[in-house]
C-alpha cells in the first residue's frame, strides 16, 4: 500500500496471541507424581514434534505417540493415556490487547497468522474465539513445512496477495524472527505488547 511500512501482518500464535501457563504442564507432572519437565520433554521432543507441526502426524497420533513415551515413567499406558488427555484439556490466554490491536490492523492491511501447529489449531481456535480474527490462517501441519523454513513466509504473503519482503513478521522465537528477515521480511522478536504496538502505530495513523 502505498505509504505504508508493510502490505501485510504475519504473526505467530503461541507466545503472542495466546499465552499458556508457564507452570500448567509442570503441574500435570507433579498431580502425577513425576519430574517436572516430564510432559514437556516427551510432548516437545523435537523429531516427535517436528512430524506433528509438518502434518506426517494428525494431533491425535501425535498424543498417542506422547502417551505411548511417557508409559514406562507413567506406570502404564493408561496412566500416561489420562495424563495426555489432562494436557490436551488445557487452555491458554486469549492476549485481549493483541487481539485488538490485530482487529485495528485488519482495517488497514492483511493479518496472517503463522503458526507451528497441529492440525488441531483450527478447532483450536474456534474454541478460544479466534475463528475469524485473522484474514488467513497458515497451519503448518497442513502445507507441510514449519518455520524457519523460509516456504512458510512465502506461502503467507501468497495467500493474501503480497509480496513477502513487504511483510512484517511477528514472532516470540528469535530463530523465526531471523529466518524471516533472511528471506527479506521485517521481523519482530514479540517479547512486549508495547513493541507490537510501536511498530504497526504507521499503518493506523
Avoid at 43 to 64: C, I, K, N, P, Y
Avoid at 110 to 133: C, F, H, I, Q, W
Wanted: hydrophobic content about 50%; overall charge negative.
Amino acid at each position: 500500500m502505498d505509504g505504508s511500512p508493510f502490505d501485510a501482518v504475519l504473526c505467530d500464535f503461541d507466545g503472542v496471541v495466546h499465552l499458556w501457563d508457564p507452570d500448567g504442564m509442570n503441574a500435570l507432572d507433579r498431580a502425577w507424581g513425576l519430574a517436572e519437565g516430564t510432559l514437556a520433554g516427551a510432548a516437545f521432543d523435537g523429531e516427535l514434534l517436528q512430524a506433528a507441526v509438518t502434518g506426517r502426524l494428525s494431533d491425535e497420533q501425535w498424543r498417542h505417540r506422547v502417551a505411548e513415551v511417557l508409559a514406562p515413567v507413567c506406570g502404564s499406558l493408561a496412566r500416561a493415556q489420562d495424563l495426555v488427555e489432562a494436557w490436551s484439556g488445557l487452555t491458554g490466554r486469549v492476549d485481549a490487547d493483541v487481539v485488538e490491536l490485530l482487529a485495528a490492523l485488519r482495517g488497514k492491511v492483511p493479518v496472517v497468522l503463522v503458526s507451528n501447529a497441529t492440525t488441531r489449531l483450527e478447532t483450536y481456535l474456534a474454541s478460544v474465539g479466534l475463528a475469524d480474527a485473522f484474514d488467513e490462517v497458515i497451519n503448518t501441519a497442513r502445507i507441510g513445512v514449519a518455520k524457519p523454513d523460509p516456504r512458510v513466509f512465502a506461502t503467507a504473503a501468497q495467500r493474501v496477495r503480497v509480496d513477502v519482503q513487504r511483510c512484517l513478521f511477528v514472532d516470540d522465537t528469535l530463530t523465526h524472527v531471523d529466518a524471516a528477515r533472511a528471506a527479506g521480511l521485517t521481523g519482530l522478536h514479540y517479547q512486549r505488547f508495547d513493541q507490537l504496538r510501536d511498530i504497526v502505530a504507521p499503518l493506523l495513523g
